[in-house]
């Protein structure tokens, strides 16, 4: 028991040193990735880096971009359907006319067709 209890203590130490150097390495390493980035950071401001720029930067002003054409195309669409009025009042008001001369011509037309067919056709007596 005693003999285990050393066994498990040197496993128990091995592990505590490998943790520890592991540790060491990582907080070497993470001072050099901080050196590392403040070096390019000190680099991009020399060269004149626009942070407007950088990837963030560009997705969002594309994604505003997409929006605004969608908003552009629905106005397009929504233009699209006055285009064929008359830029001119009077000229619209004659085009009005013309409709509703063209309109009162139609409904004179029906209504001579539904005279035809109320005289061509036999009346039925809804009585029998």
């Known amino acids: 028991d005693l003999l285990e209890t050393d ?12 943790k520890k150097q592991n540790a060491d390495f990582f907080r070497k390493k993470m001072n050099e990735w ?11 401001k020399q060269v004149g880096f626009d942070e407007s720029l950088d990837h963030q930067s560009l997705v969002e002003l594309s994604e505003r971009l997409e929006n605004v054409k969608k908003e552009v195309e629905s106005l397009n669409v929504k233009l699209k359907s ?16 013309e409709t509703k001369l063209e309109l009162n011509k139609v409904d004179r037309l029906l209504s001579e067709k539904m005279d035809d067919l109320r005289c061509g056709s036999p009346e039925v007596n809804l009585l029998d």
Do not use: G, R, W
């Open 34 to 44: 901080s050196q590392l980035s403040q070096t390019l950071e000190n680099d991009l």
């Open 7 to 18: 066994a498990n203590l040197i496993t128990a130490k091995a592990k505590a040193e490998c």
């Open 82 to 97: 006055y285009l064929d009025l008359t830029p001119n009042f009077y000229s619209a008001k004659v085009k009005i006319e």
